[in-house]
């Protein structure tokens, strides 16, 4: 349970390589931010023409920036069912915007459908996926690698880490130098914790070894549909299988937790 094929199945997703290039599952955090430097191409350069700071709602729709004469139907955008209007002709996938949102940087590309709360704050390098909300005041700090159909949520912080398809956290997360498999969810109030308290790097302990990672900062790996439970904390260097669960209020252990696993 260290290698990236034992956590995710990445067979249809775009940024595979990514994983395949990594023989132990930690191996991918310190190349997150330089794949997204290479492969991002940006979509936001005419939000920015007009400042970093939002101060209307925009729409991207097929390279045009439209913001007079717009009609939101919000609605769940990881389902496809925000609706955007422009005069009398309906935009499918366009990307909205809100007033109030901050783009720090030019390197951010937003997929089709995608919809960006108020108050949100995105650093770049940063590739959000489509029909993925990005909620009120979430806080995106660069190296963020978010896939389709995702929730970055109300007051969630997030940096150097990636979810897949599916993958949501919904509210008051704390995403640091983590993997979220596909479909994980996170409770409200989970808290990835990436750095120990004593100076050393984070270690990983399996039934045969002691793997030193070589990393000051290690979040979590959370397999393909893991749940936690709110007001849950992961301690740096857990790597938890596939369909495992974390009870409310869990303190969980550093270690390695196989699939399917049960902590409360």
Wanted: aromatic share 8%.
């Amino acid at each position: 349970m260290i290698h990236p094929e034992d956590y995710f199945d990445t067979s249809d997703w775009e940024f595979r390589d990514l994983f395949e290039e990594a023989e132990l599952v930690w191996e991918i955090l310190p190349r997150i931010k330089p794949y997204l430097q290479d492969r991002v191409r940006p979509n936001v350069q005419a939000l920015l023409a007009q400042g970093s700071f939002l101060t209307r709602t925009s729409v991207l729709y097929k390279g045009e920036l439209i913001q007079d004469d717009l009609r939101l139907a919000p609605g769940d955008a990881t389902k496809g069912s925000f609706r955007v209007f422009h005069r009398d002709r309906e935009l499918a996938g366009a990307v909205v915007l809100y007033g109030g949102v901050t783009l720090a940087g030019p390197d951010i590309f937003l997929g089709e459908g995608t919809v960006v709360e108020s108050g949100a704050f995105l650093q770049g390098p940063t590739f959000i996926g489509r029909c993925t909300e990005v909620r009120q005041g979430a806080y995106l700090r660069g190296g963020c690698l978010v896939g389709d159909h995702c929730v970055v949520g109300h007051v969630t912080e997030m940096k150097n880490s990636i979810l897949l398809n599916g993958a949501k956290a919904g509210h008051f997360a704390y995403i640091g130098d983590s993997i979220l498999g596909n479909h994980c969810n996170l409770g409200a109030g989970t808290k990835l914790a990436n750095l120990k308290i004593i100076r050393s790097a984070v270690t990983v302990q399996t039934a045969k070894e002691k793997y030193d990672t070589g990393l000051r900062k290690f979040g979590v790996i959370l397999g393909d549909r893991t749940e936690t439970g709110c007001n849950s904390v992961t301690s740096p260097g857990t790597l938890l299988g596939p369909r495992s669960i974390v009870g409310a209020n869990v303190t969980v252990k550093a270690g390695v937790y196989p699939p399917r696993s049960v902590l409360r």
